[in-house]
């Protein structure tokens, strides 16, 4: 079946300090990604839309400039955490849907944690 | 705008004992439904989709899910519980003409022994 990746699994940054999360469709090519965020015990909620060649659609009240998304290429959309505050720790996992299928697979999550 | 609501923070069922997640969503037009599970620290792995057609959908592990229309409603079943069902379990809907899934909050599936 379809695979996604995510890298790293798991990450702890220094507060100021950005962090860049790679997701990555490994055998299909996907011109739709989308980045979740969930906290703990908590759902996942929708960050942005990610199209391959354009600027990411966010949803309210997301700050585009602190959550940097590029989806340069049909296998790989990377989030940029810029300035990484202690709130900014959570579970962060991506989505990618296959251009052919329309099929939607999740990555398995990377846990980011800011001290 | 989709959304969907799962109304049962917990469900507790005895092992061997037939279990009911419950779900209801709101879309403007046709819904695809879907429902997750979650795992600790684990991301998601998927359990069935509704899509068209047959209202029971037969999905991973035993688990089976009724999309009612009349009722806005894709209640997600299983015959009888394991212990290693216990877990998280999202429900999900994408409105047809739409390219975003949308969660629920999660119900947290205890199994007891």
């Known amino acids: 079946g379809a695979v996604v990746s995510q890298h790293p699994s798991w990450v702890i940054c220094k507060s100021g300090t950005s962090v860049k999360i790679e997701c990555r469709s490994l055998d299909f090519q996907a011109t739709t990604m989308f980045w979740y965020r969930q906290f703990p015990k908590q759902s996942l909620m929708l960050m942005a839309t990610?199209?391959?060649?354009?600027?990411?659609?966010?949803e309210q009240g997301v700050e585009k400039d602190k959550f940097l998304i590029n989806h340069a290429s049909l296998t790989l959309s990377t989030l940029t955490v810029t300035s990484a505050h202690p709130e900014d720790s959570s579970f962060y996992i991506c989505?990618?849907?296959?251009?052919?299928?329309?099929?939607?697979?999740f990555g398995p999550g990377t846990r980011l944690t800011v001290t | 705008a989709q959304s969907v609501a799962q109304p049962e923070d917990q469900v507790n069922v005895a092992e061997g004992n037939p279990l009911t997640v419950k779900c209801t969503y709101s879309?403007?037009?046709?819904?695809?439904l879907f429902w997750y599970v979650q795992y600790p620290n684990r991301g998601l792995q998927f359990l069935l989709k509704y899509i068209t057609g047959d209202n029971l959908v037969k999905g991973s592990y035993g688990f089976e899910a009724e999309f009612n229309k009349s009722q806005t409603s894709f209640h997600l079943k299983k015959p009888s519980a394991l212990v290693s069902d216990s877990a998280l379990y999202f429900c999900?809907?994408?409105?047809?003409?739409?390219?975003?899934?949308?969660f629920g909050k999660g119900t947290r599936l205890h199994i007891l022994p």
């Open positions: 999900a809907v994408r409105d047809m003409g739409d390219d975003k899934i949308i």
């Open positions: 989505s990618a849907r296959d251009s052919v299928s329309y099929e939607q697979y």
């Open positions: 990610s199209n391959e060649g354009s600027k990411a659609t966010y």
């Open positions: 879309v403007s037009g046709n819904p695809y």
